[in-house]
């Protein structure tokens, strides 16, 4: 069963950081861009960022561009949403999804997502 | 990075069709054919159920159907079925390299 399992999510400051992890199995983990979506409390989804199969291409919506990083360790399946200098305003469920295979205009498979909470 | 514009809402009575439009720009919806649309229970994963404008995932019932017109996309839900009641978002590539999502629309099957 090709699966996503998000991890990280904790109440934290704000201007702190947090590492968010999301687990993949049940497909070659390195075939595939994977993206990172949120969706804040009772609103709709935004895209976060995105990661192309080898790590080497990397992609941010302008209201995470220079304090986010995302980045995989395709030698243990697994994609990473580092995030520094955190606002309120970035408090969400945050959802890894796989792109489709040689694509990443759509995401065809989605976690369950991990919370975190920006707040003093 | 602007959010593409949905309706909040729309409704219908099972049985009937329902169309959910989602406008954007020529950078975004207008400039490629890569507009796809997720299904969102409440408390739930996003659900893929159109990509590529038109085109259905296994696993997306054949009453899903995607169009689109210049700088509006949309989906169309025919035969409404209680189950479809969900929220909708769309999402289209961007000139960026980027992704955007619409804000969303709440589907009520009265």
């Known amino acids: 069963e090709v699966q996503l399992v998000e991890s990280g999510g904790v109440v934290v400051q704000p201007g702190g950081s947090l590492r968010l992890s999301c687990a993949a199995s049940?497909?070659?983990?390195?075939?595939?861009?994977i993206h990172w979506v949120r969706q804040a409390p009772g609103k709709g989804l935004e895209w976060v960022s995105l990661?192309?199969?080898?790590?080497?291409?990397?992609y941010f919506a302008d209201s995470v561009r220079g304090r986010f990083t995302i980045s995989r360790d395709n030698s243990k399946n697994s994609l990473y949403l580092q995030m520094n200098s955190l606002k309120t305003e970035d408090t969400a469920l945050y959802y890894c999804?796989?792109?489709?295979?040689?694509?990443?205009?759509?995401?065809?498979?989605w976690g369950k997502g991990t919370t975190v909470t920006v707040s003093s | 990075q602007s959010a593409l514009t949905q309706p909040a809402s729309v409704s219908g009575s099972p049985g009937q069709s329902i169309t959910i439009s989602c406008t954007g720009t020529?950078?975004?919806?207008?400039?490629?054919?890569?507009v796809s649309w997720y299904q969102q229970h409440p408390g739930k994963a996003p659900k893929l159920m159109i990509y590529?404008?038109?085109n259905r995932p296994s696993g997306a019932s054949n009453r899903f159907s995607g169009s689109k017109s210049g700088n509006t996309a949309s989906l169309t839900i025919s035969g409404l079925q209680a189950e479809d009641e969900a929220d909708y978002y769309c999402?289209?590539?961007?000139?960026?390299?980027?992704?955007?999502f619409g804000g969303g629309t709440k589907l009520t099957v009265l």
């Open positions: 020529s950078s975004d919806v207008g400039g490629y054919n890569y």
């Open positions: 999804a796989k792109a489709a295979v040689g694509t990443i205009v759509y995401m065809d498979v």
């Open positions: 999402s289209s590539y961007t000139s960026s390299s980027t992704l955007v």
């Open positions: 049940g497909f070659t983990f390195d075939d595939y861009a």
């Open positions: 590529d404008v038109s």
């Open positions: 990661i192309n199969w080898d790590g080497g291409s990397t």
